[in-house]
């Protein structure tokens, strides 16, 4: 028995309508594995840092610190590399390599922070996120984004930051961008020498602490500290 052509015509159209929402459906499922809470661009002494702190956030039955989605991002140039380290409070002298090592290792153990050796490109307001691009063209959407890619330039396109010389720095040609209280416009941060702090461990860990810590008052709605105390024996 021959179908109606109107009913043929029909079938036809339904296969292409369901055809395409299968196709949103995917792309939905894509930009949502590649939405992120926090990109933290940089993985030196601010960056990693910042990222600590965030972790540091979770395990302690605080509702909005978890399922946080993070990434970071580094080329490996850390000025750490070449330093060997004397003066960092509570912790024997040793190569800031080393001290790198030790701290890539605290964030592995709290877990959660996916890293990348990848360079980023592109920072780019769209709407209420930022899209970030790297050097191989992968694209990833966040809330937040928080620049410690350091002081020897500064060459991420896309976003609108006015890159001013660092007069922290007794070297020429260092850099900075112009921000307020570590904020250069909504909800994207610049952390370490990049922010125009001296060029030490403890003054650029330190600014990604700050920008951690305000980033999750944010989330929580309120002021927070991350304080531990000694398990009772
Ligand atoms: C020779 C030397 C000796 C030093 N000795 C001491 C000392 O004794 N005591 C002390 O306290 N400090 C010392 N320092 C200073 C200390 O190393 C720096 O202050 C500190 O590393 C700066 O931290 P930062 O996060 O701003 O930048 P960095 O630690 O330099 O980190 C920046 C990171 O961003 C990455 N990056 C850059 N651009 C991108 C991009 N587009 N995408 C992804 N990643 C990117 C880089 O690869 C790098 O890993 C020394 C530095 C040097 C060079």
Not at 83 to 102: C, D, S, T, W, Y
């Amino acid at each position: 028995m021959t179908q109606p052509r109107s009913i043929f015509a029909f079938r036809v159209k339904l296969y292409k309508v369901q055809k395409v929402l299968s196709y949103v459906a995917v792309f939905c499922i894509i930009v949502k594995a590649m939405k992120y809470d926090v990109v933290i661009v940089g993985g030196g002494a601010s960056g990693l840092s910042c990222a600590l702190t965030l972790l540091s956030s979770q395990g302690r039955n605080w509702e909005w610190a978890e399922n946080r989605k993070y990434i970071l991002f580094d080329t490996d140039h850390s000025d750490l590399n070449k330093a060997f380290l004397k003066n960092v409070p509570g912790i024997e002298p040793m190569a800031g390599r080393e001290l790198l090592q030790k701290v890539r290792k605290q964030i592995q153990d709290w877990g959660g922070m996916e890293i990348l050796q990848e360079e980023v490109t592109r920072v780019e307001k769209k709407g209420e996120h930022y899209e970030v691009e790297t050097a191989s063209g992968k694209v990833f959407l966040s809330d937040y984004v928080v620049l410690a890619s350091g002081f020897h330039g500064f060459s991420i396109k896309g976003i609108n930051v006015e890159v001013v010389e660092n007069t922290k720095s007794p070297k020429p040609g260092r850099v900075m961008l112009k921000h307020k209280d570590y904020e250069v416009d909504k909800n994207l941060f610049v952390v370490g020498t990049l922010a125009g702090l001296s060029s030490h461990f403890t003054s650029c860990a330190g600014s990604g602490v700050e920008v951690a810590i305000e980033i999750l008052s944010r989330f929580a709605g309120k002021r927070i500290v991350i304080h531990d105390v000694p398990e009772k024996s």
